[in-house]
Nanobody, 122 residues
Framework: QVQLVESGGGLVQAGGSLRISCVVS????????MGWFRQAPGMERELVAA????????YYLSSVKGRFTISRDNAKNTVYLQMNSLNPEDTANYYC???????????????WGQGTQVTVSS
């Protein structure tokens, strides 16, 4: 059984936008922090954005501030990442992850989705 399922990835031209989603299935405790990670070819995995379980606090990687927005709908057990002004450097496999710990610490994430590919062409 898959606990986290991402969707919405695809191919987009530079300057375009995508919105990817992550749905948590099964009997899931509501109070978990959520994060979006990405890993590009030849690069280390990095935390792109994260959101507190209540949705009142967020974190963004410096390079995506002002372009990406993370949000969540706890009634739907869904977290979103709206990505605007995309550039080829944003090309990566994007992973959804959850934690019952401190959401700002990437080391605390222990529940992962399979990833969705985002490719930005120039």
């Amino acid at each position: 059984q898959v606990q986290l399922v991402e969707s919405g990835g695809g191919l987009v031209q530079a300057g375009g936008s995508l919105r990817i989603s992550c749905v948590v299935s099964g009997r899931t405790f509501r109070r978990y922090g959520m994060g979006w990670f990405r890993q590009a070819p030849g690069m280390e995995r990095e935390l792109v954005a994260a959101i507190h379980w209540s949705g009142v606090s967020t974190y963004y990687l410096s390079s995506v501030k002002g372009r990406f927005t993370i949000s969540r709908d706890n009634a739907k057990n869904t977290v979103y990442l709206q990505m605007n002004s995309l550039n080829p450097e944003d090309t990566a496999n994007y992973y959804c992850a959850a934690t019952s710990g401190i959401y700002l610490d990437p080391r605390n994430y222990n529940l992962w989705g399979q990833g969705t590919q985002v490719t930005v062409s120039s």
